[in-house]
T-cell receptor, first 111, second 113 residues
Framework: RKEVEQDPGPFNVPEGATVAFNCTYS??????FFWYRQDCRKEPKLLMS???SGNEDGRFTAQLNRASQYISLLIRDSKLSDSATYLC????????????FGAGTRLTVKP | DTAVSQTPKYLVTQMGNDKSIKCEQN?????MYWYKQDSKKFLKIMFSYNNKELIINETVPNRFSPKSPDKAHLNLHINSLELGDSAVYFC????????????FGPGTRLLVL
C-alpha cells in the first residue's frame, strides 16, 4: 500500500456540480492531514487542514476517518476557478518532520 | 513581498554540469524544505532543515547537497547533472517542524539536456 494514495482522476464536472475526492494513508499513527491545491505550473498552496471532527470552509468540506484511514474533500457548487490538482498531505508518517504528498487528483470544472 | 522566493525560475543545462538553486524566505520560519516534482507531478520531499540543521535527508543521490547559511536561506547544489534530474524543484518553509502549514516557492524548472 502506498503511503498516501489518491485517485488521479481526471474529474471533469459541470459548473455547479458537487464533487468528492478521497485519499487513503498507510500509517495509522499519522497525526495531521491537509489538502493543498496546485494550479497548472504553479506551486502548491494550502487549501485547508483536516481536523478529527471534520471541518468546513465555505463550499469546501474536509472529513477524516481514522478507522478506515482516509480523508475526503467535498466541493459543492463547483466554480470554473476550482479547476486544479488537489493534493492530499499526511504528516507524522515516520516523525513530526515528515510530510508526504499524494500524487494529486486533477479536477476540471466546465461551463 | 514575496514570502518564499527561488532563483532561477528556469534552468536549462547540459548533462554533467554542476548547478545551484537558491531559496530565501522572509516569513521568519525556522524550517525549510526542498521537494522534487517529476513529470508525473508527484511531489517528493528531498531535504528538510530546522534552524540550519538537517533533519530530513531522503534517499537522494549524494550529488544533491543542500546548504543552509542561515535560517532564511536553503540552497541546493547539484553535481554532475543527469537527464533524470529534470523536474521542478520547490522550496518551502514552515514555522516549525511537522504539524505546520508549508509555504512553497514558485519552483525552479530544471531541464537537463
Amino acid at each position: 500500500r502506498k503511503e498516501v494514495e489518491q485517485d488521479p482522476g481526471p474529474f471533469n464536472v459541470p459548473e455547479g456540480a458537487t464533487v468528492a475526492f478521497n485519499c487513503t494513508y498507510s500509517n495509522s499513527a499519522s497525526q495531521s492531514f491537509f489538502w493543498y491545491r496546485q494550479d497548472c505550473r504553479k506551486e502548491p498552496k494550502l487549501l485547508m487542514s483536516v481536523y478529527s471532527s471534520g471541518n468546513e470552509d465555505g463550499r469546501f468540506t474536509a472529513q477524516l476517518n481514522r478507522a478506515s484511514q482516509y480523508i475526503s474533500l467535498l466541493i459543492r457548487d463547483s466554480k470554473l476557478s476550482d479547476s486544479a490538482t488537489y493534493l492530499c498531505v499526511v504528516n507524522g508518517l515516520y516523525n513530526n518532520n515528515d510530510m508526504r504528498f499524494g500524487a494529486g487528483t486533477r479536477l476540471t470544472v466546465k461551463p | 513581498d514575496t514570502a518564499v522566493s527561488q532563483t532561477p525560475k528556469y534552468l536549462v543545462t547540459q548533462m554533467g554540469n554542476d548547478k545551484s538553486i537558491k531559496c530565501e524566505q522572509n516569513l521568519g520560519h525556522d524550517t525549510m524544505y526542498w521537494y522534487k516534482q517529476d513529470s508525473k507531478k508527484f511531489l517528493k520531499i528531498m531535504f528538510s532543515y530546522n534552524n540550519k540543521e538537517l533533519i530530513i535527508n531522503e534517499t537522494v543521490p549524494n550529488r544533491f547537497s543542500p546548504k543552509s547559511p542561515d535560517k532564511a536561506h536553503l540552497n541546493l547544489h547539484i553535481n554532475s547533472l543527469e537527464l533524470g534530474d529534470s523536474a521542478v524543484y520547490f522550496c518551502a518553509s514552515s514555522q516549525d517542524v511537522g504539524l505546520e502549514t508549508q509555504y512553497f516557492g514558485p519552483g525552479t524548472r530544471l531541464l537537463v539536456l
